[in-house]
């Protein structure tokens, strides 16, 4: 692991006081959950995960990538389904062990050094206030701190100076641009996306200045649909996998191919799915699935905590039933992301029989799950670290399937239910919540190995970007097929599913 030279949960109380306009509501508190991450079990994944990126990578516009991961099983035989791959947009960083927050902070200013110039304004657009006749605020503003100071750090390394501001305060006039030195500006991303221009030549401005750069993925897919002419030359979106980070599609395309690559027996062979470009390609190709026998979900491009998603599981649905579930979806994502056609194109992919939580004594006994490992950079490596478990907020009752009982996600759950988000999550590199999950630490080590290798698959795709943007602006989502003679993984136990060399104070999944 890199050198840690400060705590990274310490911020400069300069960035804190200048975020205050942003601070004045409750926020979260996940030092419980980092805290009771197991350090043998954190350096044994760390090991068996680490794989080494090479020049020809892109490895250094790369910063983060948070996989999401359902659990299925039959015959006894575990399979793990990665159903997306989020980018730097990512809130529970707080998770984390301080060393892996500090491998992130690393690359984002390392990322940031390499675009700044002096006048250069660079977003850090933060999710929230999606809907606007209940505006959520977001109880994670903490960790952003974490992520605008990395970015000012990064900004003064080429600059010299740097400085940090709202949008809010910029717009209510208590804060205002230097034009003498690059500035990093936290708003929320719906509020950003307002506030942004393009003129003619390609450049974005926000307040008169030009936007260089942003830090969230899902929010530079989003710039990138409503300002289609941004040079993006002159824009650089600080992640370079952000059209996989922000598009279920895309990752579903390139989690496809992958596996066809290099297989492995904890995952599927194939990860089916469809793309839909309009409402009524979206209709037609749910209804042919149905047909067909498939349980079609739906989920849109650039959205985030569920919005949009839809399931299909009753074959006697009836097709005005479908069709208005289909346009409602189409209605949310128009309202909170302010997509004039809706968050086109949409994915279509196979509902998934996930495992549910097994345990009469244990308040978690009957609900659904997904696993969240996050796979970062640490200098000219990608490691994973399994961050959670995500627990569904009620149990899953089979004959009544639904949002509440099937979406595992904690910011949806915590503002439905008014509860805190560390009341749906379990500490993932933990012994007892492998032992609950029924998940031994060797199964998992093959997961966070395929998920770093995966990832560094997406890496290798970041020099076809901008290419890939304009096939997303054409309404063509998939990404180009791998070549015959992409280079095969570095590391020799890439397609290696013996069972990792284990400490002897981990311990292994209880038998069913």
């Not at 498939?294 to 998603?309: A, F, L, M, N, S």
Request: net charge negative; proline share 6%.
């Amino acid at each position: 692991m890199s050198q840690q030279t400060s705590n990274p949960f310490q911020v400069d109380i300069s960035t804190v006081v200048a975020a205050g306009p942003m601070l004045g509501h409750a926020l979260e508190d996940r030092s419980e959950i980092r805290n009771s991450q197991e350090q043998d079990l954190v350096s044994y994944i760390d090991d068996v995960s680490a794989i080494e990126l090479f020049p020809s990578d892109a490895a250094s516009s790369f910063v983060v990538a948070p996989l999401d991961i359902l659990v299925s099983r039959e015959d006894d035989h575990i399979q793990f389904h990665i159903i997306e791959m989020n980018g730097t947009g990512i809130g529970g960083v707080s998770n984390l062990p301080a060393s892996v927050v500090q491998s992130v902070l690393a690359s984002i200013r390392e990322a940031v050094a390499d675009i700044a110039r002096p006048d250069a304004i660079v977003l850090l657009p933060v999710s929230g206030k999606e809907d606007e006749s209940n505006p959520r605020l977001n109880k994670l503003m903490h960790e952003k701190m974490m992520f605008a100071q990395a970015i000012a750090d990064g900004l003064a390394d080429a600059q010299g100076q740097a400085e940090v501001i709202t949008l809010c305060g910029l717009q209510t006039g208590k804060q205002q641009l230097c034009s003498d030195r690059p500035t990093v500006v936290i708003g929320y991303m719906k509020e950003l996306l307002e506030a942004c221009s393009v003129i003619p030549s390609g450049t974005l401005l926000l307040g008169g200045r030009p936007v260089v750069g942003a830090l969230n993925d899902r929010f530079c897919l989003n710039l990138l649909n409503k300002f289609p002419t941004i040079d993006l030359d002159q824009f650089h979106p600080i992640n370079g996998t952000y059209l996989a980070g922000g598009d279920k599609g895309i990752a579903y395309s390139l989690l496809d191919e992958h596996l066809v690559y290099l297989p492995s027996a904890v995952f599927p062979t194939r990860v089916h799915h469809a793309h839909a470009t309009d409402p009524a390609e979206l209709i037609a190709t749910v209804l042919d699935w149905i047909h067909e026998g498939r349980r079609p979900v739906i989920k849109p491009h650039g959205t985030g905590i569920g919005h949009g998603i839809e399931f299909f599981l009753d074959p006697s649905e009836s097709v005005e039933s479908i069709c208005k579930r289909i346009h409602d979806s189409i209605e949310t994502t128009q309202e909170y992301y302010g997509t004039d056609e809706g968050a086109f194109p949409y994915t279509i992919c196979e509902y998934i029989e996930s495992d549910v939580i097994q345990a009469e004594d244990h308040q978690f006994n009957g609900h659904k799950y997904e696993l969240r490992v996050v796979v970062y950079r640490d200098e000219k490596y990608l490691r994973a670290c399994p961050s959670i478990a995500k627990v569904a907020p009620i149990a899953f009752d089979s004959s009544n399937p639904n949002r509440e009982n099937l979406i595992n996600n904690i910011t949806n759950a915590s503002a439905v239910h008014q509860k805190n988000g560390t009341d749906q999550m379990l500490p993932l590199c933990s012994q007892a919540t492998l032992q609950l999950l029924e998940i031994s630490a060797g199964e998992l080590g093959k997961l966070c190995r395929v998920a770093t290798r995966f990832v560094q698959q997406a890496i290798r795709e970041i020099p076809k970007q901008r290419i890939q943007m304009q096939r997303i602006l054409a309404g063509q989502s998939a990404l180009p097929k791998l070549s015959s003679d992409q280079p095969k993984a570095q590391n020799p136990r890439a397609n290696d599913d013996s069972e990792p060399q284990l400490s002897g104070r981990l311990v292994t999944a209880k038998a069913r």
